[in-house]
């Protein structure tokens, strides 16, 4: 994808020009399933991408349609009907899902966009399609940027970044937005000037909704400046903090980091960054420790004294020639997981039971064994082995049967293009393949 896609500049390409070079860089064949609500972002997509594809005679793509029914408003059964007949006039394969779980009483938003995901890469297994798209849009981008940046401490500095172009969901399936360097508005022009019409939610005037305010209030200001979208810098930090992993780093039984000391002393953004998230990994923990605990991790670690500090539910433990990372004991929950069943233990195992009864999942404890190299300190190997997976049968005398995997919670569910490279190298180090590539020829 352009450059200009994934930085989000302000050059914006109209959707029949983002369109053709999405498709120019897309590996082929291919089966795109494309996300539609029926509101005019995600129907221009589908219908860009379809006549795209009509005109150019491509039959090594195939195009399929799909719309959640997320179950949170009565009018959203008819607005999936309506983009099913949409689909049909184009001859597309169309389908619809609905999110049937209980609704949380918080967060509600975040939810239904993972539950969503979910939807989408079930039904991208069941059809065999390569990847999912996306509409959001320049617009969406711009909303996303200011309120990240309201929420960035005034003296953190730096900056952050916007909407990814890509994103892995579950490690199975690529999610890619190729017009999130569209306007909103030139892709109602486009779809106006074709005659086609689209839907509005009402939940997008709906304030309570901090999205909602800030549109509203980009409305009112339309020069406000969007702040500076780092992903070009992230993806950057993330192959020099993967070339420091691959020359400073040790994982032993997936339950015990080693550092060399000498590598505390290169550059900060780069410790900073491969430290966040091998505290996040090991602590089980879908993002890093707070600006302000890491902050307190880097000043020890870089100091001249040896000892330990613990963050985000991990122990640091510095020592003359190394620091290692472990998990810290205690706060680990136990888990029972049914036969046929699979579960995330501690947010650090993916535990799949192979048996025909209930398995339990808990800390080892002074239990607890494996093999360690003998010349790592006897106590940090205590401390590892405490907080590594005991498994048992809970039901009968059996031995129980479970396939036991590591699960790298920061990146597992959700990881960005940004941090693909780091992500890559730490999953091989715990014995785990590359992450799934990304279906697009040109970055």
């Given amino acids: 994808m352009s450059v200009d896609a994934v930085t989000g500049c302000a050059t914006a390409p109209v959707p029949e020009v983002a369109t053709g070079e ?10 795109i399933l494309v996300a539609i609500s029926g509101g005019s972002d995600s129907t221009g997509l589908l219908v860009t991408l379809a006549e795209r594809l009509k005109s150019n005679l491509q039959k090594d793509v195939t195009l399929s349609a799909a719309t959640i029914d997320h179950g949170l408003r009565a009018e959203a059964a008819d607005e999936a009907r309506h983009v099913a007949a949409l689909c049909a006039s184009r001859g597309i394969s169309h389908f619809i899902r609905r999110w049937n779980d209980e609704k949380p009483n918080s967060g509600i938003m975040a939810a239904a966009r993972e539950a969503r995901d979910g939807l989408l890469a079930d039904l991208a297994d069941e059809i065999s399609a390569d990847l999912i ?3 959001h849009t320049l617009d969406d981008q711009r909303e996303t940027m200011l309120m990240r940046s309201k929420r960035r401490q005034e003296d953190e500095g730096g900056t952050g970044t916007g909407i990814a172009d890509a994103v892995l969901f579950d490690r199975r399936i690529w999610i890619v937005r190729p017009f999130l360097a569209c306007r909103r508005a030139d892709i109602r022009a486009y779809l106006k000037m074709r005659g086609v019409s689209w839907l509005d939610d009402p939940s997008n005037e709906d304030v309570k909704y901090e999205r909602v305010r800030t549109r509203m209030g980009l409305a009112r200001d339309v020069a406000m400046a969007m702040p500076v979208d780092g992903a070009a810098d992230r993806s950057a930090l ?14 032993y039984a997936n339950a015990l980091c080693a550092i060399d000391r000498s ?16 505290a996040a990994v090991f602590g089980g923990k879908a993002y890093a420790p707070g600006r302000a605990q890491m902050e307190r991790i880097l000043e020890f670690v870089k100091g001249a004294d040896s000892g330990r500090r613990t963050a985000g539910g991990v122990v640091f433990d510095l020592r003359r020639d190394a620091l290692y ?3 810290e004991s205690r706060n680990i929950a136990p888990l029972s997981i049914l036969p046929g069943a699979n579960g995330i233990w501690d947010g650090r195992f993916e535990v799949g039971n192979l048996g025909r009864t209930p398995v339990g999942v808990r800390a080892c404890g002074a239990e607890g064994s494996t093999i360690f190299p003998s010349a790592l300190p006897k106590a940090a190997v205590k401390r590892a082995r405490a907080a590594m997976p005991l498994i048992a049968a809970e039901a009968g005398t059996g031995a129980a049967s479970v396939e036991i995997t590591p699960y790298l919670a920061p990146f597992d569910r959700f990881l960005t293009r940004f941090d693909l490279t780091f992500a890559d190298r730490l999953s091989i180090v715990f014995g785990r393949e590359a992450y799934r590539r990304l279906p697009l020829s040109a970055l």
């Fill in 22 to 31: 999405f498709l120019h860089s897309l590996s082929k064949p291919a089966h």
């Fill in 133 to 135: 798209v996306t509409a």
């Fill in 238 to 251: 993330s192959r020099r903090a993967a070339a420091w992993l691959d020359d400073h780093v040790a994982v």
């Fill in 263 to 278: 590598a505390l002393g290169a550059d900060k953004a780069v410790v900073a960054y491969a430290l966040s998230y091998l």
């Fill in 325 to 327: 990372l472990m998990r």
